[in-house]
């Protein structure tokens, strides 16, 4: 069982930057893909990043490219998302997503793909 706690949302301006933290309760963390999803008012969820749990292999969505990055610290079990110059259509609830996995190397990119989900936290960009 992995739990997992998002962190890091809140209200900024167009432009502005946010860190999201997804701290996971679970000693297979090390062995588990994990990824970064969001749902924004009356919109389906959708795929943000992603990040194989060796390798350091990435993955983003063409929205997001060149203004988010993922990253992982195996020592303290968690993932991060750095939100960089933000747009009001980045407005959405976040959240992180992992799947234990025995392929090092592989990255998910559908929510069907990951088995647990955190609660979400809320990213609001305005003027």
């Known amino acids: 069982q992995v739990q997992l706690v998002e962190s890091g949302g809140g209200l900024v301006q167009i432009g502005g930057s946010l860190k999201l933290s997804c701290a996971a309760s679970?000693?297979?963390?090390?062995?588990?893909?994990m990824g970064w999803f969001r749902q924004a008012l009356g919109k389906e969820r959708e795929f943000v990043a992603a990040i194989a749990w060796s390798g350091g292999g990435t993955y983003y969505a063409d929205s997001v490219k060149g203004r988010f990055t993922i990253s992982r610290d195996s020592a303290k079990n968690t993932v991060y998302l750095q939100m960089n110059s933000l747009k009001p259509e980045d407005t959405a609830v976040y959240y992180c997503?992992?799947?234990?996995?025995?392929?090092?190397?592989?990255?998910?990119?559908?929510?069907?793909?990951?088995?647990?989900w955190g609660q979400g936290t809320q990213v609001t960009v305005s003027s």
């Open positions: 679970a000693r297979t963390f090390s062995s588990t893909g």
């Open positions: 997503a992992a799947r234990p996995t025995s392929f090092s190397y592989s990255i998910y990119r559908k929510s069907s793909d990951y088995n647990y």
